[in-house]
C-alpha cells in the first residue's frame, strides 16, 4: 500500500524565518514519483514540484529547496526566507508506477506572521 | 487561460438533489482525474479517464456517483439522491502521458465546492 505522512499538522513562523515541511511516504514501487502542491486560501491547488525515484539530486528554486532521501522515505521542503504570501497548506503526494492515482498526505499548513 | 477550469465553482443542495459538475482540462492534456477533499484533508482520488476511458474507480465512488468523458475532452461528475456527506471540494487535474508511458504532472483547478443541506 502506498502512504504519505506529513506529521506537522500547522506551523507557525515569523516573516523571514526559514521553514521546513517533512514528508515520509511509503510504497513497494520501485519506480514512483513525489510532488508538492501549494493550496492557497482560494483553494486551488498548485503544482511546485516533481521528482523521479531514480533522481535524487536536491532541486532549489529561488527560495524554494527540496531534499530528496531514498534510505529514509523522506522529501522535505524547505523555505527560506519565508514571506506573508507563503502561508498556505502544503501537499505531499505520492504516485506509483503508471501513476495514474496521487496518494495525497494531510498537508501541513503554514502561517507566516508579519 | 489555457489551465484546467471547473463548473461551477459551488453548489449548494437540499439532500436527495442530484448534482453535475463539469471539468475542462488542459486542451492537449490525454488524463483526466477527479478528487474529493474534505476539511482538513488532502484530496482524495476518486476515478480517471486516459481520453474517453474510464480506467480506475476508487472504491470511494459509491453507485450514486458516476463520470463520463464522452469525447475525451471535458468531463461530467453526477452526484445523484445526494447525502450531507457528499459535502467535499471535488477537484479535476488532467495531465498528459508521455510516449514512453510516464507519468506526468497533474494540473489541478479550482474546484467546486458542495454544500448538501
Known amino acids: 500500500a502506498q502512504k504519505v505522512t506529513q506529521a506537522q499538522t500547522e506551523i507557525s513562523v515569523v516573516e523571514k524565518e526559514d521553514v521546513t515541511l517533512d514528508c515520509v511516504y511509503e510504497t513497494r514501487d520501485t519506480t514512483y514519483y513525489l510532488f508538492w502542491y501549494k493550496q492557497p486560501p482560494s483553494g486551488e491547488l498548485v503544482f511546485l514540484i516533481r521528482?523521479?525515484?531514480?533522481?535524487?539530486q536536491n532541486e532549489i528554486s529561488g527560495r524554494y529547496s527540496w531534499n530528496f532521501q531514498k534510505s529514509t522515505s523522506s522529501f522535505n521542503f524547505t523555505i527560506t526566507a519565508s514571506q506573508v504570501v507563503d502561508s498556505a497548506v502544503y501537499f505531499c503526494a505520492l504516485a506509483g508506477t503508471g501513476g495514474f492515482k496521487t496518494i495525497f498526505g494531510a498537508g501541513t499548513r503554514l502561517f507566516v506572521k508579519a | 487561460d489555457t489551465g484546467v477550469s471547473q463548473d461551477p465553482r459551488h453548489k449548494i443542495t437540499k439532500r436527495g438533489q442530484n448534482v453535475t459538475f463539469r471539468c475542462d482540462p488542459i486542451?492537449?492534456?490525454?488524463?483526466l482525474y477527479w478528487y474529493r477533499q474534505t476539511l482538513g484533508q488532502g484530496p482524495e482520488f476518486l476515478t480517471y479517464f486516459q481520453n474517453e476511458a474510464q480506467l480506475e474507480k476508487s472504491r470511494l465512488l459509491s453507485d450514486r456517483f458516476s463520470a463520463e468523458r464522452p469525447k475525451g475532452s471535458f468531463s461530467t461528475l453526477e452526484i445523484q439522491r445526494t447525502e450531507q456527506g457528499d459535502s467535499a471540494m471535488y477537484l479535476c487535474?488532467?495531465?498528459?502521458?508521455?510516449?514512453?508511458?510516464?507519468?506526468?504532472?497533474?494540473?489541478f483547478g479550482p474546484g467546486t465546492r458542495l454544500l448538501v443541506l
Open positions: 487535474a488532467s495531465s498528459s502521458i508521455t510516449d514512453r508511458g510516464t507519468q506526468e504532472t497533474q494540473y
Open positions: 486542451s492537449e492534456h490525454n488524463r
Open positions: 521528482r523521479n525515484s531514480f533522481d535524487e
